[in-house]
């Protein structure tokens, strides 16, 4: 793959024509000619692109850009996303879980049928959260499920939690456990939320090796990235990992079909996730398997 200066990628109008140049031929007319680098990646074949991680609704403690739902999916759009795994933000600090996922699904529905595919949240400690389950599975027909365990109050050691991967599992639900949502220098003063624990995962994970889960905004550093690198079943997205190397390194550090693309939009930028994995030196097949294949395996398991 063709590797970019940075400063190039961030000049604005560059940095939209590496994005939709997954999809859309760029020709000389819309491309600055001092760019012809830029011209050449965005004359590259087609791809498809599966993002694993936004959400939609509104962020508790600031608005957001592309809050709304039909500019977030027109952002998408532009951008080539074939696919993008929606949760809610509602589900962090709702109580009623059942009415946040009744929401995303019709969300969905509405405002981006083509795009958006729901995963509903479920919370382990609340009462009948079996019954949400199901119905992300049954009613909703949706392929996976998000969890947040630290803005929800538990760690992975509880018992529920073991339970809640073994009954997503014989459902085929892909899981997502979000391992942080904020910088926590960034955090509000009323609310301070620590990154989720993630020592006691591989454990887990090995006894029920049948599930499919991908930690989404972590690093992909340390020693418990360590650990869970040895542990089939256990996947990683990109929307955290740092460095410009970082997608490279995080690729050749894990069995490569263990990594997905994953922006956190609206809550990053979604062209920095982009950029990110054009500054790494993948090689062709890295770059499909990051952008979809990896992805589109791991969905193509569920029951829908």
Known sequence: ????????????????????????????????????????????????????????????????????????????????????????????????????????????????????????????????????????????????????????????????????????????????????MEDQRTQSTLLHIADVDLTPLAEIVRQIPTVKLVILNHKATGTTFTSLVKTPGIYFDISRVNATDGVARVMRTLPADRVVFGTHAPFLIYESAMIKVYESELTEPEMSAVLCQNAELLISQTQV
């Open 1 to 180: 793959m063709q590797k970019f200066d940075r400063r190039e990628l961030l000049g604005g109008t560059l940095a939209g024509a590496v994005a939709a140049g997954l999809h859309t031929a760029v020709t000389a007319e819309n491309v600055p000619a001092a760019a012809p680098r830029m011209q050449r990646a965005a004359n590259e074949q087609v791809r498809r692109v599966i993002d694993t991680n936004v959400s939609l609704f509104q962020w508790p403690f600031r608005r957001l850009p592309l809050s709304e739902t039909d500019a977030l999916t027109g952002k998408l759009r532009s951008r080539g996303i074939h696919q993008a795994w929606a949760g809610s933000f509602e589900g962090l600090l709702h109580r009623d879980i059942a009415g946040v996922n009744s929401r995303l699904a019709e969300e969905c529905r509405r405002h981006g049928r083509d795009v958006l595919i729901p995963f509903g949240t479920v919370n382990p400690t609340l009462p009948d959260w079996e019954e949400d389950l199901r119905r992300c599975a049954e009613e909703h027909h949706m392929p996976g499920i998000r969890l947040h365990p630290n803005y929800h109050g538990y760690t992975l050691d509880i018992p529920e939690f073991a339970r809640l991967l073994r009954l997503a599992s014989e459902r085929h639900l892909v899981v997502q456990l979000v391992a942080a």
